[in-house]
């Protein structure tokens, strides 16, 4: 049995950790090796392959701290269950590279192979449909690839619609102003946008219609 020991800068440490040691036992379990901490050290005892992946991983990890960004302890859970799945080609590639950092730095980034397969296929085409229970990431990670194109001006606006009209509802009997008619049912894009944008910009980019948020019966024709 081997033995590997990875320096782990103090302030990265407990969110590697986790609270109670809790993540040290989830990457015993994942990567199928023996681990305790010493003082800002982990040490790993386990065979040669095993203690190469966990290695490679924690490179991953600290990369992100490296470059100021912050991860929860749940994050590099995470991550860690998404490194297991991931082949050996999509290693060497960055299978779960942050799409995006929100404006408080912290990465967004695929945390499934689902949600990868999903990145990848709006990187891919035209037009993308997403289909699957609700919260598991569909409208957020289809916001973070827009803003992530925007900023790297891949495209010069973003257009958000949803269909606002459900149970037999009819927009035009609803009370109050149109602004007031499609705001709830496009919160969530709302929500979104606000965590991945600085809320001081999304103001101006709305009011210039850099982005433009309207409800789905409104865009017929501008197609």
């Known amino acids: 049995m081997l033995k590997l020991e990875i320096q782990i800068p103090q302030e990265a440490f407990w969110s590697i950790v986790g609270s109670k040691d809790e993540n ?3 990457f015993e379990n994942v990567f199928g090796i023996d681990i305790f901490a010493r003082g ?3 040490i790993a005892e386990g065979s040669e392959e095993a203690l190469d992946k966990f290695e490679d991983f924690m490179h991953k990890v ?11 302890p749940k994050d590099v859970r995470d991550l860690a269950l998404g490194y297991k799945n991931e082949t050996p080609e999509e290693k060497v590639v ?8 929100t404006h408080r730095k912290k990465p967004i980034m695929a945390k499934t192979p689902s949600q990868k397969i999903y990145i990848d296929t709006i990187k891919k085409n035209d037009i993308t449909f997403g289909v699957g229970p609700a919260g598991t990431g569909k409208t957020y990670l289809a916001m973070a690839m827009a803003v992530s194109y925007l900023k790297q001006q891949k495209v010069s606006r973003i257009m958000l619609t949803r269909p606002a009209v459900e149970a037999g509802e ?7 102003t149109l602004t007031e008619k499609v705001d709830p049912y496009l919160r969530p894009l709302y929500d979104a946008l606000y965590e991945m944008v600085d809320p001081d ?13 309207a409800p789905l019966a409104f865009m017929r024709g501008r197609t």
């Open 24 to 26: 040290i036992k989830h």
């Open 40 to 42: 800002t050290s982990l």
């Open 62 to 72: 600290a990369s992100y701290f490296e470059g100021g960004h912050q991860l929860s």
């Open 94 to 101: 960055g299978n779960y590279e942050a799409i995006l950092f």
């Open 170 to 176: 009819k927009l035009g009997f609803l009370p109050g």
């Open 201 to 213: 910009k999304i103001k101006d980019m709305l009011e210039k219609n850099i982005i433009e948020i």
